[in-house]
């Protein structure tokens, strides 16, 4: 097991001060590892579906995908310098936010997870799923889930 601690974010001002929160709990010192999933776009904007060809070069496709990792990674490296924690690694993950989380954690290893909850009713987190549900019933370590003031 390793002793680094997962910051997540999604590029919100929410993730940001959950993160900070979280931060506030954490023994001063460990290892810390900032990351964000990006959800795959749908692949049939360039396969088409039945009839439908594709409406989306291959091209276009890949370019647009290195520019929101792009995007992503420059927001992870501006909250790592507005959480003051300069060591911190920056990674971007792709997939299922939850299960993308999850599985990370257990291959690094990592001693933590810190992330929000954006503060969804229970009806709209049953229809619609909870990252932050999924990573406390699925982590293979200890879960900070902060939430913020309405």
Do not use: W
Not at 8 to 20: I, P
Not at 94 to 102: E, N, Q, S, T, V
């Amino acid at each position: 097991m390793s002793d680094t601690i997962l910051l997540c974010s999604d590029g919100s001002e929410l993730a940001a001060k959950a993160v900070t929160a979280g931060l506030a709990l954490l023994r001063p010192g460990a290892p810390l590892e900032l990351v964000s999933v990006l959800e795959p776009l749908d692949p049939t904007l360039v396969t088409g579906t039945g009839f439908a060809g594709g409406m989306v070069a291959p091209e276009v496709f890949e370019a647009n995908e290195q520019d929101r990792e792009a995007a992503t990674t420059a927001e992870l490296e501006q909250l790592r310098t507005d959480l003051g924690v300069a060591d911190a690694t920056v990674t971007v993950l792709r997939g299922d936010a939850g299960g993308a989380l999850c599985a990370y954690a257990e291959e690094i290893g990592a001693a933590a997870i810190v992330l929000g909850s954006r503060g969804r009713g229970g009806i709209r987190r049953a229809v619609l799923g909870s990252v932050s549900d999924h990573v406390v019933r699925h982590a293979p370590c200890p879960v900070i889930v902060t939430s913020h003031p309405h």
